[in-house]
């Protein structure tokens, strides 16, 4: 079975850093591209970054590139988003979800960051 | 990377069919057969429904299909049931390793 689980998840200061985890397992890490999606409170998806198998290519939106930085650690099974300048816009959840071929066969539960002073 | 365009409701009563739209433009839904749809109940994770314009995952009732006409997808969901009470969403690959989703259809079911 599937199974992505995020944290790291928190409240943070505008213009601080926060550091989210997806650990994975029920499959082989190594051959997936992964993504991050964001949902803010009450609003819809949005795609925000995406790695390829063996982390050479990584692809944000617009509105978080050069502040997000992902990241993966196959030999940890694990997926990584460093968020740093962070604004008040970034407050979301934030999942973790697996490729299978163009589409995200998998999520996880989902992990919440809130910006705030 | 602008959002696709769903409208904000549908509805029907149990046993009814509804069509929920997904618009675009030649830069994502049109230009690749690569729109997804997914289900979300309330706090909950969303889940893949439809992936490749009209594939069904396993486990996903055949109530659901998909469909694509130029630069709009859409999804219907036949034999409505009240579990199909949910938000939908499409998605599309835009492209440069991309990806846009719709700004989300809340279904319910009357």
């Known amino acids: 079975e599937v199974q992505l689980v995020e944290s790291g998840g928190g409240l943070v200061q505008p213009g601080g850093s926060l550091r989210l985890s997806c650990a994975a397992s029920?499959?082989?890490?190594?051959?997936?591209?992964m993504t991050w999606v964001r949902q803010a409170p009450g609003k819809g998806l949005e795609w925000v970054a995406s790695?390829?198998?063996?982390?050479?290519?990584?692809y944000f939106v617009d509105s978080v590139r050069g502040r997000f930085t992902i990241s993966r650690d196959n030999a940890k099974n694990s997926l990584y988003l460093q968020m740093n300048s962070l604004r008040a816009e970034d407050t979301a959840v934030y999942y973790c979800?697996?490729?299978?071929?163009?589409?995200?066969?998998?999520w996880g539960q989902g992990s919440l960051v809130t910006v705030s002073s | 990377q602008s959002a696709l365009t769903q409208p904000p409701s549908a509805s029907g009563s149990p046993g009814q069919s509804v069509t929920i739209s997904c618009t675009g433009t030649?830069?994502?839904?049109?230009?690749?057969?690569?729109v997804s749809w997914y289900q979300q109940h309330p706090g909950k994770a969303p889940k893949l429904m439809i992936s490749?314009?009209?594939k069904r995952p396993s486990g996903v009732p055949d109530r659901f299909s998909g469909s694509k006409s130029g630069n709009m997808a859409s999804l219907t969901v036949s034999g409505l049931q009240p579990e199909d009470e949910a938000d939908y969403y499409c998605?599309?690959?835009?492209?440069?390793?991309?990806?846009?989703f719709g700004g989300g259809t809340k279904l319910t079911v009357l």
């Open positions: 979800a697996r490729h299978v071929t163009y589409d995200y066969a998998d």
């Open positions: 029920g499959f082989t890490f190594s051959y997936h591209w």
């Open positions: 790695i390829n198998q063996d982390g050479s290519g990584n």
């Open positions: 030649s830069s994502d839904v049109g230009g690749y057969n690569y």
């Open positions: 490749e314009v009209s």
């Open positions: 998605c599309s690959y835009a492209g440069s390793n991309s990806w846009v």
